[in-house]
């Protein structure tokens, strides 16, 4: 779906931090959204984290860093992470070029599934997201 020039993929999940979500049944893949990507500008680095380590729903676990901003990564669930993103720590750009594919950030494994129903679908995004932008960018519809 486009949303004000914005893509958002309708089969995944968003979290009201400006993260996609996809259901992989047992896990969940976790990347960054157009909009917080085109927001932050261009990648330079990414504290990728460790296969292994626990995370808890709404606690930051990771950082990615942009030549404006620095930002935190947090997890929409509690789980493990069963894998991260290696090819970022050299190739940070890749959330800039394609995030909703190489771009990808971890893979979390599921702890509790009910969880994901604090997450948005793609037709509650659209409301919330315009009202973000105004907040944001000050645009008006």
């Not at 932050?40 to 404006?68: L, Y």
């Not at 930002?71 to 290696?86: H, K, L, M, Q, T």
């Not at 050299?90 to 494994?109: A, H, M, Q, T």
Request: with cysteine; net charge negative; hydrophobic share 40%.
């Amino acid at each position: 779906m486009d949303i004000k020039g914005y893509i958002f993929p309708d089969e995944l999940l968003y979290d009201k931090r400006h993260f996609w979500i996809k259901d992989e049944g047992t896990f969940i893949i976790l990347g960054m959204t157009d909009f917080a990507v085109r927001l932050a500008g261009e990648f330079v680095f990414v504290d990728i984290g460790n296969p292994g380590r626990k995370v808890e729903k709404d606690q930051m676990f990771m950082s990615v860093e942009s030549g404006k901003w620095v930002g935190r990564v947090y997890s929409p669930i509690d789980g493990e992470i069963i894998a991260v993103n290696e090819e970022l720590e050299f190739e940070p750009e890749r959330i800039n070029e394609d995030c909703y594919g190489d771009g990808w950030l971890v893979k979390i494994s599921i702890k509790d599934r009910s969880q994901l129903a604090d997450l948005m679908d793609v037709k509650q995004l659209e409301p919330w997201l315009i009202d973000e932008i105004k907040r944001v960018k000050g645009e008006e519809e």
